[in-house]
Nanobody, 123 residues
Framework: QVQLVESGGGLVQAGGSLRLSCAAS????????MGWFRQAPGKEREFVAT???????YYADSVKGRFTISRDNAKNTVYLQMNSLKPEDTAVYYC?????????????????WGQGTQVTVSS
């Protein structure tokens, strides 16, 4: 079992930046791929980025070049640096853990989820 807690969300103007953090606790002795997903009002939860335990990353096309996912295994924390934010990035952002370390964009591959943190980008 893994518990995930996101932080760092907030209100920012278009063009601004935010850094989200996701702290993991529990069975952190295993290796996991960690992913970020987001859900806007009235829309399905969608993939944003993922990072495998070895550091390989993969991004959704909509955020490529603007967002950077990273992890600090010693701190059991994964980050999402978001630059050049747009109003369409407004959503609740969730981190998730994949014990198979696939680094997938598919939600079903992730067994544990955080509660989410709100990101609002004003125009």
């Amino acid at each position: 079992q893994v518990q995930l807690v996101e932080s760092g969300g907030g209100l920012v103007q278009a063009g601004g930046s935010l850094r989200l953090s996701c702290a993991a606790s529990g069975r952190t002795d295993r290796t996991y791929a960690m992913g970020w997903f987001r859900q806007a009002p009235g829309k399905e939860r969608e993939f944003v980025a993922t990072i495998r335990s070895g550091g390989n990353t993969y991004y959704a096309d909509s955020v490529k070049g603007r967002f950077t996912i990273s992890r600090d295994n010693a701190k059991n924390t994964v980050y999402l640096q978001m630059n050049s934010l747009k109003p369409e990035d407004t959503a609740v952002y969730y981190c998730a853990a994949d014990p198979a370390d696939w680094g997938s964009s598919r939600r079903v591959k992730y067994d544990w989820w955080g509660q989410g943190t709100q990101v609002t980008v004003s125009s």
